[in-house]
């Protein structure tokens, strides 16, 4: 049975020819499991009848935009016929930010005693709004106003996916990012985002707090997680054998089973680099030293204890706070679960809408624990920078 339709799905067409264009609506579906993440993609999930229309609006690379700011492209489309005769789309995808992992960083990114987040708008026009290639250039991508999060960093990446390395910049630097979905404008806009203090504890804005006592939290689940703890890492850069430089990043006072040792080649870090254009950059010893020092953080902040808290909110009745209004992604809250015996403040990181027979809220507080296939990732660049 088909739920009455809870939220307007309309379907866009962008391709490299500048087209934009809204081609319909889905009007029937049976569940979307619509999310939202603070620092990189989220991915959606759509069940859908097999019909004409629907057969037109599920190609992949299609977006899909329930309003707002966050839209995703259509990526993975599954046709199934079950015992009834009945016949299901299941449609997958990731949210606007998957467009990062289309480009990489051509050659040698260099930053010296920049803001976290003006790294990131360096990295994003460099290979996706502006490169030197035309070629390279995502369509209808621009990019917001820096308003200079994170703090001062000093940062040198060679390859990788520019998505990798705005993950890694943010996570470090507990900020975030996103693309914004303009289709008026006709504009995909890069953001990097900061998140407003809506803890008890502050008393600049206005409190935010969720507990089981005041039947804020329908259910809830607490994970830890301390396997990959790593507190102290041998960054290892240039050279060869006993000249190759070396630095510690992380705490290394800590000792006995407190301590936890990482190694990062970090080889692809050089003093002096040859630009895309052709111009060399040098660093100064002391600039070198604060860029393997910025790369062990990083990797050592991969590796951290991991704690997520998920809570279904309460959006029936007399609710005290409605996202979107009193909260959004991103936002440091307060959370009471006295069953779980958990009382946390923390960011949401991960805001996911299910709009089934009912619709429910799901909030994500901390980083996810990491599937197999990010861990893995971690470990190869921990290897190789």
């Known amino acids: 049975m088909l739920l009455e339709k809870q939220i307007q799905i309309q379907v866009f067409v962008l391709d490299d020819n500048g087209t934009f264009d809204n081609i319909g609506e889905v009007n029937q579906y049976s569940d979307l499991i619509w999310p939202d993440k603070f620092n990189g993609y989220a991915s959606f999930e759509l069940w859908a009848p097999i019909t004409d229309e629907n057969a037109e609006y599920f190609k992949k690379g299609n977006i899909l935009w329930c309003g707002g700011d966050n839209a995703a492209v259509v990526e993975i489309v599954k046709s199934t016929i079950d015992d009834d005769g009945t016949k299901t789309y299941n449609v997958k995808g990731r949210t606007l930010e998957m467009y990062l992992t289309t480009r990489i960083l051509w050659g040698t990114y260099n930053a010296t005693?920049?803001?976290?987040?003006?790294?990131?708008?360096?990295?994003?026009?460099?290979?996706?709004?502006?490169?030197?290639?035309?070629?390279?250039?995502?369509?209808?991508?621009?990019?917001?106003?820096?308003?200079?999060?994170?703090?001062?960093?000093?940062?040198?990446?060679?390859?990788?996916?520019?998505?990798?390395?705005?993950?890694?910049?943010?996570?470090?630097s507990d900020i975030g990012f996103s693309i914004h979905f303009r289709p008026k404008e006709k504009k995909l806009v890069f953001e990097v985002i900061e998140g407003v203090d809506r803890t008890v504890e502050q008393s600049t804005n206005e409190p935010v707090e969720f507990s089981t006592d005041?039947?804020?939290?329908?259910?809830?689940?607490?994970?830890?997680?301390?396997?990959?703890?790593?507190?102290?890492?041998?960054?290892?850069?240039?050279?060869?054998?006993?000249?190759?430089?070396?630095?510690?990043?992380?705490?290394?006072?800590?000792?006995?089973?407190?301590?936890?040792?990482?190694?990062?080649?970090?080889?692809?870090?050089?003093?002096?680099?040859?630009?895309?254009?052709?111009?060399?950059?040098?660093?100064?010893?002391?600039?070198?030293?604060?860029?393997?020092?910025?790369?062990?953080?990083?990797?050592?902040?991969?590796?951290?204890?991991?704690?997520?808290?998920?809570?279904?909110?309460?959006?029936?009745?007399?609710?005290?706070?409605?996202?979107?209004?009193?909260?959004?992604?991103?936002?440091?809250?307060?959370?009471?679960?006295?069953?779980?015996?958990?009382?946390?403040?923390?960011?949401?990181?991960?805001?996911?809408?299910?709009?089934?027979?009912?619709?429910?809220?799901?909030?994500?507080?901390?980083?996810?624990?990491?599937?197999?296939?990010?861990?893995?990732?971690?470990?190869?660049?921990?290897q190789g920078g």
Do not use: W
């Not at 990019?143 to 470090?172: C, P, R, S, W």
């Not at 440091?332 to 089934?356: M, W």
């Open 214 to 382: 005041l039947e804020d939290i329908l259910s809830s689940s607490y994970y830890t997680n301390n396997q990959d703890l790593k507190t102290v890492a041998l960054v290892a850069g240039e050279g060869e054998g006993t000249s190759r430089k070396t630095q510690v990043s992380g705490n290394n006072n800590g000792q006995g089973f407190l301590r936890r040792e990482l190694y990062v080649d970090a080889r692809d870090l050089q003093s002096e680099t040859v630009n895309e254009d052709g111009s060399t950059t040098s660093l100064t010893p002391a600039q070198y030293t604060a860029a393997l020092i910025q790369r062990g953080d990083e990797k050592v902040a991969e590796c951290q204890t991991t704690e997520v808290f998920e809570a279904q909110i309460r959006v029936f009745g007399d609710v005290q706070y409605e996202y979107g209004v009193d909260y959004q992604k991103g936002d440091k809250v307060t959370v009471r679960d006295k069953q779980l015996g958990v009382v946390v403040s923390a960011r949401i990181t991960e805001v996911e809408e299910d709009f089934d027979d009912e619709y429910a809220l799901v909030l994500t507080f901390g980083y996810s624990y990491p599937t197999l296939m990010q861990k893995m990732k971690q470990q190869l660049t921990s």
């Open 113 to 172: 005693n920049k803001d976290a987040s003006t790294c990131m708008y360096d990295i994003v026009s460099q290979n996706c709004v502006n490169p030197i290639n035309a070629k390279r250039k995502i369509p209808f991508l621009t990019m917001a106003t820096d308003k200079h999060f994170g703090g001062k960093i000093q940062y040198q990446k060679t390859g990788g996916e520019v998505y990798d390395a705005l993950v890694a910049i943010a996570a470090n």
